[in-house]
């Protein structure tokens, strides 16, 4: 062959084991690159929680009556002492012809009662007028000497029993008066069927805000029957039915973030109290779980802002710089508290998804790992860390700030492999 030939030859199986060697030479994996920074670190429990009213008073029908038609509706203000409700007495039931019959010979009866009473009376009176005269007659006897004193004894003692037996028919004459007034007022009321027109008024025991009507139209209501719901509005608490797990931690007086709320920014509150007690709260997923109620007080103070060019909440529109946790919340509303377990002001951080176990046995069960990035490289290497929350993990050791570390790092990723980041 001649040399040209030979030298392209050559040439050409140069570049094709070029080609092929780039072709199966291994690609820089793609990863999330996020570097270690220092900032503030905490961690919290996060649950599902819902406002009430400190002090809720439930009115009720002190009397059982006709309720007349209550006005106030749900948000009113009320002041202590307010007509509430106006309670009629219930009418009389109306009597059938037999029963009005029997009625009318009672009142009859009792008729011819006080009759044959006044008539005793009378008789009653007409024997202590007779006593009365032997009394004196035998005085003047006596002293005359004429009838001896014991004769003056035994009329005293007439005149004595005589008053006694007037007494007697007069009382027996107002039992009958007041039977027979009985009597007609039940047949007259029975058979008119309407109330007195005397009413009772039921007031509102303390100020405060309507927060239930539960009966607002007009009807017959028994002793103990709700009306309506009141409280103070402006006294209102958080209740978050925790784990037990998590209820542990969370102490009396430990700082509370409520986020969706339904406005901008999160509201400030603080842990008051852990109930000692825990309840069986079955979940959605079917599985019991024991829970604690953990009542969260709401700190009087303008919710925190969205962002630095908030300074301050907006409700329908307008400002609300000077807006109470109160004035913003209602009673029952859902919200999600997020309670301060730990604190931390300047703390070097990575993503939590940066951090695993460590793969290898040469270290301890609890030890912790992560990928750096070196020159293109990813290179494994042990770090001590002290919390997690949701988010950032808390390292003590063994990364520096502004080192590079891999999130989320796919399987590919190994000690020794060349990455690249993720543009974007």
Not at 25 to 52: C, I, K, L, S, W
Not at 71 to 77: K, T
């Amino acid at each position: 062959m001649k040399r040209n030939t030979w030298i392209a030859l050559v040439g050409a199986g140069v570049v094709a084991t070029g080609l092929l060697a780039w072709a199966f030479a291994p690609r820089a994996v793609e990863v999330e690159a996020v570097a270690a920074t220092r900032g503030p670190f905490e961690t919290a429990v996060e649950e599902d929680g819902r406002t009430r009213v400190s002090e809720r008073h439930a009115v009720t029908a002190p009397i059982a009556g006709r309720l007349r038609r209550i006005a106030l509706r749900e948000g009113d203000a009320v002041q202590a002492g307010q007509a509430l409700a106006l309670i009629e007495p219930l009418p009389s039931p109306l009597l059938d012809e037999r029963s009005r019959g029997e009625q009318q010979a009672r009142a009859a009866a009792a008729q011819a009662a006080l009759e044959r009473a006044g008539t005793r009376v009378r008789a009653a009176q007409v024997g202590v007028d007779q006593a009365l005269n032997e009394q004196r007659r035998t005085a003047q006897l006596v002293a005359q000497g004429f009838v001896s004193p014991a004769k003056a004894d035994a009329d005293r003692l007439a005149l004595d029993a005589a008053t006694r037996e007037r007494e007697g028919a007069v009382e027996s004459e107002r039992v009958a008066r007041f039977e027979l007034q009985q009597t007609r007022v039940a047949l007259e009321l029975s058979s008119a069927a309407v109330s007195s027109g005397r009413t009772f008024t039921v007031r509102a025991p303390v100020a405060g805000m309507v927060l239930r009507v539960h009966q607002a139209s007009e009807g017959v209501v028994g002793i103990g029957t709700p009306l309506l719901d009141l409280a103070d509005t402006s006294r209102l608490e958080i209740v978050a039915e925790l784990l037990t797990g998590d209820a542990a931690v969370a102490r009396p007086g430990s700082p509370v973030r409520i986020e969706r709320w339904g406005g901008p920014g999160s509201l400030r509150g603080q842990v008051r109290r852990v109930e000692p007690a825990a309840f069986t709260k079955v979940s959605a997923l079917g599985v019991e779980e024991q829970r604690v109620n953990v009542l969260i007080d709401l700190v009087p103070a303008s919710a925190v802002p969205a962002g630095p060019a908030a300074s301050a909440v907006s409700i329908d529109g307008a400002a609300r710089a000077d807006a109470t946790p109160a004035a913003l919340l209602g009673d029952g509303w859902r919200v999600v508290v997020r309670i301060l377990t730990r604190q931390e002001a300047d703390v070097l951080r990575v993503p939590v998804s940066a951090v695993f176990p460590w793969p290898g046995p040469a270290q301890p069960a609890d030890t912790m790992g992560v990928f750096v990035v070196e020159r293109g490289r990813a290179r494994l290497r042990t770090v001590q860390v002290v919390a997690r929350n949701g988010s950032l993990a808390w390292v003590r050791s063994g990364l520096a700030p502004g080192e590079v570390v891999i999130a989320y790092p796919p399987p590919a990723v190994a000690d020794g492999v060349r990455v690249k980041p993720r543009q974007g």
